[in-house]
């Protein structure tokens, strides 16, 4: 791993189209603004981290859990159709 | 052409009912082509099979279902695409699903993934699983929750106290 020290209000360019700008740093906390091309998807590693999680559990599902959920559901839809 | 798959055994399908999806779902990048499959009729929820590993399947379901006033921003993942934006109308044609996770033996704590969202363009069948970094939507929403509570769309996180 590459390890730099910057100040606020420097940058750091990545091949020819990507800068982060280091925009201010406040304590424990560093404001940093990216420029990058539309198709460079940026987010926040813990939200990737939480959507990829997801999708490993949710990869394991088997027939039998989905046939509990579908009746569960129709239970409710039921239930909700009669209150209304 | 006919794909081999653990759930379903062997299936047969045409190509125009493959969805490409160049980078595949999250955290499963050699997986890049998909079908739907029915479950059952008058179930909300499909199975979203891989033809490149016969183990991937996830359910998916509609989200505006249980949050009808979903409302995930897909312009950055149109972008990203290189999908041609045709007029205005466009992004209602692009079809959205979420995945749902269903604990095991405890149907109604199944959870729906509203801030990855799997979005299609039915155009093209391409796919792409979209990040919504800063929508304000969980990735565990509790789904049976959603269509009970009269106050549909809240955001569950603060209910459930996850």
Known sequence: ?84 | MKIKTTRFGEITLNDDQVIHMPHGMLGFPDSQRFVIIQNKENSPFLWYQSLDDPDLAFVITNPYLFMPDYNPQLKDGVTQMNWQMDGKGFLKTLEVYVVVNIPRGAPEKMTGNFMGPLVINPLCRQGLQVILSDGGYFHKTHLIFQMTEKGQGEDSEDKVGV
Do not use: C, W
């Open chain 1, 1 to 84: 791993m590459l390890i730099l020290t910057r100040k606020s209000g420097e940058q750091i360019a990545i091949g020819d189209d990507i800068v982060i700008n280091f925009l201010e740093i406040k304590g424990t906390q560093v404001k940093v603004g990216i420029e990058a091309p539309r198709h460079i998807t940026v987010h926040r590693q813990e939200v990737y981290e939480r959507v990829r999680e997801e999708n490993m559990a949710a990869a394991s599902m088997t027939a039998t859990e989905l046939s509990l959920a579908s009746e569960f559901y129709s239970h409710i839809n039921t239930r909700k159709e009669e209150e209304t």
